[in-house]
């Protein structure tokens, strides 16, 4: 078991450019999260999905947007990166039943945007 | 609205030395659940713990114990007897039921000194 696994780990971008963040789980979880952590800001939600298929908005979406086309894969666009968008990024994923709903976190991927 | 507070933004202690790290976890909802996580140095998120609303024991695990008190809405995390690799920053992580969802505090770095 992998767990939850991230691609890339490191990335620099310019203004302006976009890119594409990988999340893939393989403990069959159905709710899939994407978080950015900044500085002394703990980590804040962008977005999550509860299903292959749907996705909805967190607590600080503008500027991404995602994807779940495959129950396993949760995808992090940035279709125009800004500077204010330099972070640690985590995906993560977890069960929706009480009891068995603690969340997994990838390893992570460190953004800059110059 | 629900707002979690973890005060104290560094600690430093001298190995040995047991610390307690405090959360306060305001909201009008009865039941909740509640995460603890560590991040260290290299980064990942690790799961330490989940407790509910419903239950003020104490839990114990090793060197770590957690100390649920409903009436003041703080959950706090002992470490005794810490120790270097300890050092890392420790997140408390409540989550509304039903919602799946976790609201993060800020964070508290802990350094345990040799």
């Known amino acids: 078991n992998a767990g939850v696994t991230q691609t890339p780990k490191f990335r620099v971008l310019k203004t302006g450019q976009s890119m594409t963040l990988l999340c893939a789980q393989d403990m069959n979880h159905e709710y899939m999260y994407w978080y950015r952590q900044d500085p002394g800001m703990g980590l804040r939600l962008i977005h999550y999905?509860?299903?292959?298929?749907?996705?909805a908005k967190g607590e600080v979406p503008d500027g991404y947007n995602v994807s779940r086309l495959k129950k396993q894969n949760f995808l992090l666009g940035l279709e125009s990166a800004a500077p204010s968008q330099t972070s640690v990024y985590f995906c993560a994923s977890s069960l929706p039943e009480v009891g068995s709903d603690t969340q997994y976190f990838g390893p992570g991927t460190r953004l800059t945007v110059l | 609205a629900q707002k979690v507070t973890q005060a104290q933004t560094e600690i430093s202690v001298v190995e040995k030395e047991d610390v307690t790290l405090d959360c306060v976890y305001e909201t009008r909802d009865t039941t909740y659940y509640l995460f603890w996580y560590k991040q260290p140095p290299s980064g990942e998120l690790v799961f330490l713990i989940r407790r509910n609303s419903f239950d003020e024991q104490n839990e114990i695990s090793g060197r770590y114990s957690w100390n649920f008190q409903k009436s003041t809405s703080s959950f706090n995390f002992t470490i005794t007897a810490s120790q270097v690799v300890d050092s890392a920053v420790y997140f408390c992580?409540?989550?509304?039921?039903?919602?799946?969802?976790?609201?993060f505090g800020t964070g508290t770095r802990l350094k345990v000194l040799a």
């Open positions: 999905s509860v299903g292959e298929g749907t996705t």
């Open positions: 992580a409540p989550s509304p039921s039903g919602t799946y969802k976790y609201i």
